[in-house]
C-alpha cells in the first residue's frame, strides 16, 4: 500500500492561490493524480503528473490556473491552484497509479481529502 495524506486545503476568497501537497508514505514510483469532488457532484479529474514528473495532463476547467508539480526525493506531490473560482470548491483527493491516466477507476491508492473552499 502507499498511504497518501494531503494537506494545505483551507478558505480563500476568489482569485486568490493555495497549495497542496500530498506525501506518500514510503519510496512512490507512481503516477499521481488530482480528483475533487463538490457536494453532489462525482468526483472528477484535475491533474496527473507521471512517475518522473516529465508527463502532466489537466481538466481543461484547471489549466493555465493549476499547476502540478512533485519532488520525488520528498515522495510528494503538490498541486499549486491559483486565481481560484468559487466553483473551485470542493474536496481534493490525491491519489496513485502505474500510468499517467485521468480515469479515476485506474488510480490504486487514494488520500482521505482535503477541503478547499473559495469565496465569492
Known amino acids: 500500500q502507499v498511504p497518501l495524506v494531503e494537506s494545505g486545503g483551507g478558505l480563500v476568497q476568489a482569485g486568490g492561490s493555495l497549495r497542496l501537497s500530498c506525501t506518500a508514505s514510503?519510496?512512490?514510483?507512481?503516477?499521481m493524480g488530482w480528483f475533487r469532488q463538490a457536494p453532489g457532484n462525482e468526483r472528477e479529474f484535475v491533474a496527473a503528473?507521471?512517475?518522473?514528473?516529465?508527463?502532466?495532463s489537466y481538466a481543461d476547467s484547471v489549466k493555465g490556473r493549476f499547476t502540478i508539480s512533485r519532488d520525488n526525493a520528498k515522495n510528494t506531490v503538490y498541486l499549486q491552484m491559483n486565481s481560484l473560482k468559487p466553483e473551485d470548491t470542493a474536496v481534493y483527493y490525491c491519489?496513485?497509479?502505474?500510468?499517467?491516466?485521468?480515469?479515476?477507476?485506474?488510480?490504486?491508492?487514494w488520500g482521505q481529502g482535503t477541503q478547499v473552499t473559495v469565496s465569492s
Open positions: 503528473i507521471s512517475r518522473s514528473g516529465t508527463y502532466t
Open positions: 514510503g519510496r512512490s514510483t507512481s503516477a
Open positions: 491519489a496513485a497509479s502505474t500510468v499517467l491516466t485521468t480515469r479515476p477507476d485506474e488510480y490504486l491508492y
